[in-house]
Every structure is written in structure tokens, then in C-alpha cells.
């Protein structure tokens, strides 16, 4: 099955520093790619998604690049600020038959003020 | 506004009881989900029903009962569970096509005595 590696595991930001978190994952076969945020007892919210037939995707602060020959999918997070503080999930899935998601381990983003 | 409405948002009980969570959603989504998050860790798919047949099963142990009645309908129910039941139990749809995002509802925090 698919399996999605996630790194760093926690990062720490000065606001207005940019973040990167970064996934690899293993099923050549998976072609959709989410990245999710999820604050202190609330659900996992989409914040961006990328598909395979595309290699980079921009909105407002937040991007995703994709590089499907090397397996590896980026987030990337421009002027940071303290709101961004959160969880953040990649996932990968397939798009025929198992759609489920596989996720990441997950990036706890802190960014000081 | 979360669009996937989950209820109870907290659940208390014993492991001789029997109880249900249930998820709804609105947006005419075919495919519904419902996962499994602990503390600190991603969410851990559990089942996974396209078009009201289960059509994903995570190897979960029998006293997790999943049931779709209708196409805006999900419920879990759940009898004699393990103290290490306890965790955050998510609830997600999607559009049942490639590529597609996943929305959570908010979860039912379930704590098992």
C-alpha cells in the first residue's frame, strides 16, 4: 500500500519567515495530493491540493510543487504569521478504485510573533 | 461553516454500552469516510462507503459497526470497546471521481471508561 513520509515533524518560524514542509511517498500509482491544516481540537481543513498532471499550484501565500519522478510533494508558506500556527498534514491518494487518503505524519508549525 | 455535520461532539461511555455516531452531509457527495484520530498522529482511515456500499474496510475489529442508510447518511456504531478506543473519530465525504478533496467534519471526541 501507499506510505507518505513527512518532514521536519516540528518547525519553528520568525513571522514573516517563510516554512517548507516536505512529503515523499512511495505508490507511483497515487496522483492526487492535499495538504490539510488542522488547529488544537478541530477537524483537518483543506488548504491546498495538487494533481498529477500538473507541477505547481499558487494561492495567495500558500503553494504546493510536485515532482512525480522523485515521489516528492512541498508546501511552501510565504510571510507567515502567527494564525498559521498549526498541525499540517500531506496526504496522497489514488484516483481510480482506492480513493482514501494516506496521510503524513504531520508538521507542527509554530510561528513566533 | 463545516458542511459535514458530526453528532455527538463529545461521547462518554462504558465498555458494555452501546452507541452511535452519526455524520451528515449535504453537498450530494457519493463517497463517505470515517476515520480515526489519536493524539498527535494523522488520521487513520476505518472505512470507506461509495455510493451506500462499503467498499473499504481497515481491517477494523468488529465491535466498530459502519452503516450507510442514505446517500447524506453515516453512522458508526460502536459496542463493547477497548479503553484504547478512545480517540477522536472523523468523519469526511467526497465527490466519488478522481482527485477529488476530502471534508471533514468536526469529530466526536469519544472517551471510553
Known amino acids: 500500500g501507499e506510505n507518505v513520509e513527512q518532514h521536519p515533524s516540528t518547525l519553528s518560524v520568525q513571522e514573516g519567515d517563510s516554512a517548507v514542509i516536505k512529503c515523499t511517498y512511495s505508490d507511483s500509482a497515487s496522483n492526487y495530493f492535499p495538504w490539510y491544516k488542522q488547529e488544537l481540537g478541530k477537524r483537518p481543513q483543506l488548504i491546498i491540493d495538487i494533481r498529477s498532471n500538473v507541477g505547481e499550484k499558487k494561492d495567495q501565500r500558500i503553494a504546493v510543487t510536485l515532482n512525480k519522478t522523485a515521489k516528492h510533494f512541498s508546501l511552501h508558506i510565504t510571510e507567515t504569521q502567527p494564525e498559521d500556527s498549526a498541525v499540517y498534514f500531506c496526504?496522497?491518494?489514488?484516483?481510480?478504485?482506492?480513493?482514501?487518503?494516506?496521510f503524513g505524519s504531520g508538521t507542527r508549525l509554530q510561528v513566533q510573533p | 461553516d463545516t458542511e459535514v455535520t458530526q453528532t455527538p461532539k463529545h461521547l462518554v461511555m462504558g465498555m458494555t454500552n452501546k452507541k452511535s455516531l452519526k455524520c451528515e452531509q449535504h453537498m450530494g457527495h457519493r463517497a463517505m469516510y470515517w476515520y480515526k484520530q489519536k493524539a498527535k498522529k494523522p488520521p487513520e482511515l476505518m472505512f470507506v462507503?461509495?455510493?451506500?456500499?462499503?467498499?473499504i474496510n481497515e481491517s477494523v475489529p468488529s465491535r466498530f459497526s459502519p452503516e450507510c442508510p442514505n446517500s447524506s447518511l453515516l453512522n458508526l456504531h460502536l459496542h463493547a470497546l477497548q479503553p484504547e478506543d478512545s480517540a477522536l473519530y472523523l468523519c469526511?465525504?467526497?465527490?466519488?471521481?478522481?482527485?477529488?478533496?476530502?471534508?471533514f467534519g468536526d469529530g466526536t471526541r469519544l472517551s471510553i471508561l
Open positions: 462507503y461509495s455510493y451506500e456500499k462499503l467498499s
Open positions: 496526504a496522497a491518494s489514488m484516483g481510480t478504485g482506492r480513493r482514501a487518503l494516506t
Open positions: 469526511a465525504s467526497s465527490q466519488e471521481r478522481y482527485g477529488q478533496p476530502q471534508h
